[in-house]
């Protein structure tokens, strides 16, 4: 009795064995990181630094954790791209296709993101400080609980977007355009600038948080908040 539990033990052994083999070996075919740029490339926590990925198609593709330090991947194709805490330093993503594409908990500091239209796209908890958003489109972007600190988003469409509980320390947001309110729930907004923007229609917004902000006579401000005597900024 006892000869046949352990021969029958053994046998149910040798198949989990193998099947955990298996299942390793075929998560390790997925994920190939000498596998060209291609849409749904499996690249995840890849070391791609330092390369040249100009005008690449990595439409949903599986980027997660890769480290893309100085890449340029400027004008590429990005579309539904899982970019999940990768890393972004001084990367280009400039005049790039990023239209639902997921950039939770990237590390991206003075990374290029100008002239990208990232429609829909998700930055939240990213780390993005002193990165480039002009002229991007960002309409419907989440970036609740980003660090923005001097992030630039000159002439950027930021329509809809979500900066709840971010830090937007002096972010720069004069010339941006939005159709659609925009959320400031408990953002951070030291020396942030507000010049010359018509925030009549924004959510989230409390006197605190302008009373910090840079604004002017020509900002305008939800009804209830009114703009302090003298703003923080008086210098370009």
């Known amino acids: 009795m006892t000869l046949r539990r352990t021969r029958a033990y053994g046998t149910s052994g040798l198949v989990l064995a193998v099947c955990i083999v298996f299942a390793w070996q075929n998560a390790a075919a997925a994920q190939n990181c000498d596998a060209a740029a291609t849409p749904g490339v499996n690249w995840q926590d890849c070391d791609k ?12 593709a599986n980027l997660i954790g890769v480290d893309f330090t100085s890449t340029d991947l400027r004008n590429s194709n990005l579309l539904a791209a899982n970019f999940e805490k990768a890393t972004l330093v001084r990367a280009s993503l400039a005049d790039s296709t990023a239209k639902g594409a997921r950039f939770d908990k990237i590390e991206a500091y003075r990374t290029d993101f100008s002239h990208m239209d990232a429609q829909g796209a998700v930055f939240t908890s990213a780390e993005v400080q002193r990165s480039n958003f002009q002229d991007a489109n960002l309409t419907n972007v989440d970036f609740t609980k980003a660090e923005l600190g001097r992030a630039q988003f000159h002439d950027a469409d930021i329509s809809g977007s979500r900066f709840s509980f971010a830090n937007l320390a002096r972010a720069d947001f004069r010339g941006a355009t939005f159709t659609a309110p925009i959320d400031f729930d408990r953002a951070f907004l030291f020396l942030t600038r507000i010049e010359g923007l018509d925030l009549s229609n924004s959510a989230g917004l409390s006197q605190w948080q302008i009373n910090m ?8 401000l939800p009804s209830g908040l009114t703009r302090p005597e003298d703003w923080p900024c008086s210098e370009p």
Request: hydrophobic share 35%; charged share 30%; proline share 0%.
């Open 49 to 60: 630094k330092i390369l040249i990925l100009k005008g690449q198609d990595l439409s949903g």
């Open 213 to 220: 902000a840079c604004g002017d006579a020509r900002t305008e």
